[in-house]
């Protein structure tokens, strides 16, 4: 793809969507941390019924701690993987407070450091609590990137690196938002919505029905 179709891109998806975010509920770093390490293999709609009361009894490291790994698994027991996840988010949360005076650190290093944090969830954290052009691919951008043509790769990684390096940095920092919600919206696994896309002429895509 070139570099002036990427950009074509990147301009309609920001002038449909001028302030994209996460879809996740969180009132700072420490909720949408905790929020990003129950959403994997989850939905956000199923994280945010769940986040409400936990995080109405738990709303800093110390007090998820005081919680405990029973009363954390039994906020989010509606959660797939739920009794991995409290036990990650109990040792994430001592981590906090012993090395990070219970602050959420703001470097990659450290976040991967915490229990049950990956580059993926570090990413997250990164561009949507600090404001770091970070990208964080999912299932949803791995999808968007490799039909449309944006990055094609056989693994994560290399499609995050792909787009991180021809993304014009204008439209780096949001880039991750508009690529989710638009695999999840329009660019759908089973069947994309081509004929409602507003990048379909520029996608790529070889079997797009418009």
């Not at 005081?66 to 989010?76: F, P, R």
């Not at 919206?185 to 002429?201: F, N």
Request: net charge positive.
């Amino acid at each position: 793809m070139n570099a002036a179709k990427r950009r074509e891109i990147f301009s309609r998806l920001q002038a449909a969507n001028p302030h994209p975010t996460t879809e996740l509920n969180y009132r700072n770093p420490f909720e949408l941390l905790i929020a990003v390490i129950l959403s994997a293999q989850a939905t956000d709609v199923s994280v945010n019924k769940a986040t409400v009361a936990l995080f109405q009894a738990a709303p800093n490291p110390q007090a998820m701690l005081d919680l405990g790994e029973a009363g954390v698994a039994d906020h989010i027991k509606t959660i797939g993987l739920f009794r991995s996840k409290a036990r990650h988010i109990i040792a994430c949360c001592q981590a906090l407070l012993e090395r990070h005076d219970g602050e959420v650190p703001q470097n990659r290093a450290e976040l991967e450091a915490l229990a049950g944090v990956g580059r993926k969830t570090a990413n997250v954290v990164l561009n949507t609590a600090f404001g770091q052009p970070t990208l964080a691919v999912d299932t949803h951008i791995f999808r968007v990137a490799n039909r449309t043509g944006l990055a094609r790769a056989t693994t994560v990684r290399a499609v995050e690196d792909k787009l991180v390096a021809t993304i014009p940095k204008a439209f780096l920092q949001d880039a991750h938002h508009w690529l989710i919600l638009h695999g999840r919206y329009v660019c759908r696994a089973r069947k994309p919505l081509c004929a409602q896309c507003g990048i379909a002429d520029l996608c790529e895509f070889p079997d797009k029905e418009i």
